[in-house]
Each structure stands twice: as C-alpha cells, then as structure tokens.
C-alpha cells in the first residue's frame, strides 16, 4: 500500500521559515515525479514546486526564489524549504507523486498558518 505523510506545517510569523517534509512508503520516490500543492479555504488547489525523477524544478511565480523543492532518495522523501513566507502562503499543503502527470498518490495534507 502506498502512503504520503506529510510533516513540518505549523503556525509561523510573517517572514518567518518552515521546512515540509514528505516521506514515501511503498514507492520508491526517485522512480516518481514529486510536487507539493496548497489550497487556501475557499480556493482551488494548486500546484507550488514540482521535482523531476532527475532533479529539475519548476514553481509557481509566487514562491519563485522563497521555496526551494528538493529529495533525498535514499530516505525515500522530498522537502518542500519555505522562507519568508507571507500570509497568502497559508493553506494545507498536499504532496504528490507520479510517473506520469496527474498524479497518482497523495498525501493527507499538513497545515501551514502564517500570522501577519
């Protein structure tokens, strides 16, 4: 049976920094493509940092230079570094994973509150 579980969310201050964390079981991460996405109350989900199977990035313009996605296969994980976050950040953040796009497997979400 596959599983996400996500960990790191919390209650951060304006500017402050958070570190999610995604650890993998019953798939071996670094045959998969990883994202992290966020929904806000009352908005639609979407997608923040994505990592390829062979390390490229991509985000979305609003964390371009805050977030920085990045995995450790050997503990079967992916990180999603977030700094000077903003109150607009605050939302639950899922993770994902998939050979091929849309994904497959998801996490069940972890929390992420920024107080201004």
């Known amino acids: 049976q596959v599983q996400l579980v996500e960990s790191g969310g919390g209650l951060v201050q304006a500017g402050g920094s958070l570190t999610l964390s995604c650890a993998a079981s019953g798939i071996v991460f670094s045959n998969n493509n990883v994202a992290w996405y966020r929904q806000a109350p009352e908005k639609q989900r979407e997608l923040v940092a994505y990592?390829?199977?062979?390390?490229?990035?991509n985000y979305v313009a609003s964390v371009k230079g805050r977030f920085t996605i990045s995995r450790d296969n050997a503990k079967n994980t992916v990180y999603l570094q977030m700094n000077s976050l903003k109150a607009e950040d605050t939302a639950v953040y899922f993770c994902?994973?998939?050979?091929?796009?849309?994904?497959?497997?998801w996490g069940q979400g972890t929390q992420v509150t920024v107080s201004s």
């Open positions: 994902a994973a998939a050979r091929i796009w849309p994904p497959r497997y």
């Open positions: 990592i390829t199977t062979n390390g490229s990035t």
